[in-house]
């Protein structure tokens, strides 16, 4: 079980595109480093329903979105045809293409086995060509965690840690992945990004069925209704103001070279 990974996750492509727009929303900040040249080639690792990967591909870059849940894809597809999209493993990415620069927002915290992501990428990019991501680092919602393994506790369930299918990790334990791999790390940050979720008082609720269903699948219905209302109460008087809800993000991002 604690080798849960993204394809396992059971992603519903419109729910995850109308109410969790924030995810590729805040992704855009990201374009800044990647920085795309027209006419090259970019592969963007994560792309789930494509915004981003449009976005980039308005620079005139060549742009081939993947993601590992197919329900994503479909939707990409729908949403920019003229654009191309396949379902792939980033552990282990089967591509007959070496790409300019690898982009990835919002995934590889999903992706427990982070040296396979590295080395795949690494083998996916030109020589000098730049791997650019974000994703949770240490301390990502840390304190909805805490309120999740509480709630199964008070409900009498055992070892609520063998649910988790996050990975956040530190900046010296990402950097020294990506430069044992081959890379040279020239920038790498960990902040606190607050983000604020949508559907006002359903908001946490909302997110918890999105992005943590890995801990709501093994539970009954009722369980699940109780973990909800327990985590809730938890967390009421640290992430919910104004009647709305916060999550406690982190982030890490990155900009390496392939060398």
């Not at 282990?92 to 396979?116: C, G, P, R, Y």
């Not at 949770?136 to 609520?160: D, R």
């Not at 990402?174 to 081959?182: A, H, I, P």
Request: aromatic content about 12%; proline content about 4%; glycine content about 6%.
């Amino acid at each position: 079980m604690n080798n849960i990974s993204l394809s396992k996750h059971n992603w519903n492509a419109f729910l995850y595109q109308d109410k969790h727009a924030f995810v590729w929303q805040y992704g855009e900040d990201l374009l800044q480093w990647l920085n795309p040249d027209p006419g090259e080639l970019i592969l963007d690792l994560g792309c789930g329903t494509g915004q981003l990967s449009a976005k980039i591909a308005e620079s005139g870059a060549e742009v081939m979105g993947i993601d590992s849940a197919a329900t994503m894809i479909d939707k990409a597809r729908q949403n920019y045809s003229h654009l191309r999209f396949e379902v792939a493993d980033a552990r282990n990415l089967q591509i007959d293409q070496s790409f300019d620069a690898v982009f990835s927002n919002a995934t590889l915290h999903w992706i427990k086995e982070a040296e396979a992501a590295i080395a795949s990428i690494y083998q996916a990019l030109k020589p000098e060509g730049r791997f650019v991501a974000e994703f949770g680092g240490k301390g990502n919602v840390q304190a909805i965690v805490q309120a999740l393994y509480v709630a199964f506790e008070t409900i009498g369930l055992s070892n609520p840690q063998a649910l988790n299918p996050w990975y956040f990790p530190s900046i010296s334990e990402y950097t020294t992945l990506l430069e044992k791999q081959g890379f040279e790390v020239n920038q790498a940050i960990l902040f606190s990004r607050p983000t604020p979720l949508a559907d006002g008082t359903l908001g946490m609720k909302n997110w918890l069925q999105m992005f943590g269903s890995a801990f709501l699948a093994p539970l009954s219905a009722e369980e699940q209704i109780e973990v909800i209302r327990i985590v809730e109460n938890y967390l009421q008087p640290i992430l919910y103001r104004d009647n709305a809800w916060t999550a406690d993000y982190r982030r890490i991002r990155i900009l390496a070279i392939k060398v």
